[in-house]
């Protein structure tokens, strides 16, 4: 302008002249003011398809980018405030991060509260750039205004890292102790963060937990039982030192429950519903296999279960959460009565969730309060009705588990209809459910066999594989029922071959029993008039319907054949079906009828002997399936050998419970058996037995009879044993081994090498007691790596005696076909001075001599 004034001489002209310029290059230089938040709002708002909206939201962007390029600190806030939104809409925002930061430093308190909100957001711990904010939020949490450290405790509290939070900790622990309710109430919160990233830090904050349930504040009182619950729930040494607030905490919630209309905290006329329920989530904890606690929170618990309102959803919450609480702790029978009863009342709600809730909660009860629970058993049943299927699956699940011996007709009649009428995703699990119960508590052989096959009739096509070679087993054993089986089984297809399952039972009991089913001899019901050429009518049907699979027709050609030899009429008939079927295209079904026609032509001496009807089934496990074996191309269950009845109690784990001893898909258990005492079961806790070893057997936890059982597998253990002892003496000279002692329990082992087999290692253990007390429920298991297949005897006795008075002793039979060096792995489970034992070892010193 001056050089302007000097060029013109300062005349009018060179005056108006150099303003003129001035203007311009003040107006090129400026950038437009971006336009408001709520004004973003609006335009998007107005965008009437995706991309019309993305085109806006781009276009924002580089306005807002190029802001922070020109570093304008006049509307970085603005900015930052948009960018935040885009960010909320899905967009990305990552390039606002450093901005937040600039913004967190800023002195202004409407700048720190955007950045501290945009770090929130658009910051995690997995970004470095976080860190730079340590020192800003240190600043601030020493601050003069309450508010810009209530704005760094939350920013803290919700992306603070590890490195951070051990960084910040005095600064929150400070902020705990202060008079401020404002701020503790967020430090305590803040603490929660602390805990949850750096638990060591814990001991730091528990001198400032002494005064926090003295504080009349509200807001101070429910993040502090908030922190109490967090440092319970991470440190055993924490909940035993907090359980002497039991006391001062039932006296707050009573205070909640008797205090009067209190406007600043009433919701839906109930005082502080938030804080009630966090306190009772804590006393929950605190109560837990504690006598003492429990007994001092039983009184209170009541009045909450008695003095809430149920008209209101907040109510509800409150009664659900008193329910939980006195379920876990060691409560009174009465209070664990009212507790059911208040989850009873629930099933009536016309709210879903609350239904919902209930069932589910009822469910996890049923086991330890059965009695309680069947006191709603009518209305668990109406529920099977209810149209949402979460609501449907609950009850019938919790339906199944109050089946017992009383009410089994009842319940079963209900749970048929339910069959009947639901969707197509329950009827698997129902039918299985069905099975399972008919099979532990039916009050007679008939109403087991009509229940089975209603359920064929209703959802065969549902059922479980094994549930076909159960009926029939089941079918079997009941001979004085064949005659009223068969004929119910041949009036149930007629016409109908939809149900698969039910066909292959119908055709093979038909093929058992078909000449019962011809003679009439039915005393059940009224019996029916049925020939020979009806009853091979059917059975060609079956064989020719469109509807019938590989399997069912061979059932059908089988049961056909079986025919041959008790009808006397009809046997030429029967030939010419076999015969066609020879050149059938389904292989199998070819291979069926060659091998029966070669019956007919070379072997017919030996057909009424190879086709006689199947003797009884005997079952080696309850509530399990048979083992299947091949007759005549025909899958059927065959009979077990059978164990002798084990003298001690039975154990309530299965063989198959110790697949998860060893982990993995290619694990078998080799042959099941176990101590004649209760074991322990092996679920969950078995997991870390074997470790980074791979193994192949693995003991399981099925009774046995001290002797020897007749297994049918593996093989290498039943070479010669009929006909020559398993091991003799070639090996007395490989030395004994210690493999474990600790805490006055011995183990050790000494070794034979097998007679037949020189590839099986005998080893007996001997276990020896050198405390005061004897150590009872003993259980020894053992795994070895894949290579290796293993077998473990019952033991002599489930009690060590004490003082060395005597030895439990156990046989393990270890194959070692490669030869390779042995290794193990066992776990000791026992109870001494009233206390449950347990532990793990390796054991890898054995002497050559045992596997070489």
């Known amino acids: 302008l001056s050089r302007g004034y000097k060029k013109t001489k300062c005349t009018d002209f060179g005056r108006k002249k150099c303003e003129h310029l001035y203007l311009m290059s003040f107006h090129i230089q400026r950038m437009p003011a971006p336009i408001r938040l709520r004004e973003l709002i609006r335009t998007i708002r107005t965008a009437r398809t995706q991309a019309e909206e993305r085109e806006m939201i781009q276009k924002e962007c580089a306005a807002i980018r190029s802001s922070f390029r020109e570093e304008d600190n006049t509307y970085r806030c603005r900015n930052v405030a948009k960018l935040l939104y885009m960010h909320m809409l899905g967009y990305p925002a990552h390039f606002g991060q450093l901005e937040c930061l600039k913004l967190i430093a800023s002195q202004k308190f409407t700048d720190k509260r955007i950045g501290y909100l945009g770090a929130m957001l658009l910051l995690d711990e997995r970004q ?24 760094a405790l939350c920013t803290l509290g919700c992306m603070g890292s590890s490195e951070m939070c051990r960084d910040l900790a005095g600064e929150v622990e400070k902020l705990l102790k202060t008079s401020n309710s404002y701020l503790r109430k967020k430090a305590a ?26 504080e009349k504040n509200h807001g101070v009182l429910h993040t502090s039982v908030v922190l109490l619950t967090e440092m319970c729930e991470r440190s055993p040494d924490m ?17 909640l429950i008797m205090s009067g209309y209190s406007p600043e905290h009433d919701v839906s006329g109930i005082s502080d519903p938030f804080l009630q329920v966090r306190i009772l989530r804590l006393l929950r904890i605190l109560g ?44 009174e029978s009465g209070l664990r009565v009212l507790a059911i009863n208040i989850l009873g009342r629930f099933l009536l709600n016309n709210d879903k969730n609350i239904r919902y809730v209930a069932l589910t909660s009822l469910l996890k009860t049923v086991q330890t309060d059965h009695n309680a629970v069947q006191r709603h058993r009518s209305t668990i049943v109406d529920c099977l009705k209810d149209l949402d299927v979460s609501i449907k699956r609950r009850a019938m699940e919790l339906s199944f588990a109050l089946v017992n011996g009383n009410n089994i007709r009842g319940m079963m009649k209900e749970l048929l209809y339910f069959l009947d009428s639901c969707e197509p995703e329950f009827k698997a699990d129902c039918a299985s459910g069905i099975f399972l119960a008919a099979e532990k508590y039916a009050p007679s052989k008939r109403w087991h066999i009509d229940t089975i096959m209603r359920v064929l009739t209703t959802a065969g096509s549902y059922v479980r594989d094994d549930a076909v070679p159960n009926l029939i087993q089941l079918i079997t054993n009941s001979v004085e029922m064949h005659a009223y089986t068969v004929q119910r089984l041949y009036k149930a297809i007629l016409g109908d071959y939809s149900q698969q399952p039910l066909v292959q039972v119908a055709a093979w009991c038909i093929g058992e029993y078909g000449d019962l089913l011809v003679s009439g001899q039915c005393e059940e019901e009224e019996p029916i008039q049925v020939t020979e050429d009806e009853v091979l009518d059917i059975l060609e049907s079956v064989l020719i319907s469109n509807m019938s699979t590989s399997v069912t027709r061979g059932y059908a050609l089988t049961a056909i054949m079986k025919l041959s030899t008790r009808f006397t009429c009809t046997v030429n008939r029967i030939k010419k079906v076999v015969s066609i079927y020879g050149s059938s295209i389904d292989v199998e079904l070819q291979q069926r009828a060659v091998e029966y026609n070669a019956l007919f032509k070379k072997y017919d001496h030996m057909r009424s002997a190879l086709l006689e009807r199947m003797p009884v089934m005997e079952k080696v496990t309850t509530n399990g399936p048979t083992e299947i074996v091949q007759t005549n191309g025909e899958t059927e269950p065959a009979p077990l050998e059978t164990k002798p009845p084990p003298s ?18 290619d694990i078998t258990p080799v042959i099941p058996t176990a101590p004649t005492s209760k074991p322990s079961s092996a679920g969950g806790e078995l997991l870390d037995l074997l470790g980074d070893i791979n193994l192949t057997g693995a003991p399981a936890a099925a009774p046995a009879p001290a002797s020897v059982p007749q297994i049918s597998q593996p093989p290498f253990l039943l070479d010669g044993l009929s006909s020559q002892p398993l091991f003799n003496d070639i090996a007395a000279g490989i030395p004994s081994i210690t493999a474990y002692s600790k805490n006055g329990l011995k183990i050790e082992f000494t070794f034979e090498r097998s007679n037949t087999n020189p590839s099986v290692t005998v080893i007996t253990i001997q276990a020896s007691n050198s405390t005061e007390l004897d150590m009872t429920d003993f259980v020894f298991q053992a795994a070895v790596p894949k290579t290796f297949q293993l077998q473990l005897l019952s033991p002599s006795s489930s009690i060590v005696p004490a003082f060395n008075t005597g030895t439990i002793t156990q046989v393990i039979k270890v194959l070692n076909p490669q030869k390779q060096q042995l290794r193990m792995r066992i776990k000791l489970t026992y109870n001494h001075k009233g206390s449950a034992m347990q532990d793990l070892a390796e054991v890898n010193n054995f002497p050559p001599q045992s596997w070489q």
């Open 128 to 151: 470095d750039v976080h860190l730079l904010m340590t020192n800003c939020i240190k600043n601030d949490l020493n601050h003069s205004t309450q508010f810009v450290q209530g704005l």
């Open 648 to 665: 001690g109690p039975q154990p309530t784990s299965q063989a198959n419970d110790l697949l998860d001893l060893l982990g993995g898909n």
């Open 288 to 331: 837990r296999n504690d006598d003492d606690s429990s007994e001092a929170m039983n009184d209170i618990l009541a009045q909450v279960a008695t003095n809430t309102e149920t008209s209101k959803n907040v109510g509800n919450a409150i009664l659900y959460e008193t329910v939980l609480t006195i379920m876990d702790i060691k409560s």
């Open 189 to 214: 919160l803040c603490a929660v963060h602390v805990i949850r990233k750096v638990p060591e830090l814990m001991e730091m904050f528990l001198p400032a937990t002494k005064n926090l349930l003295n």
């Open 239 to 255: 909940l035993a030192h907090f359980r002497k607030l039991v006391p001062q905490l039932v006296r707050i919630l009573k205070n």
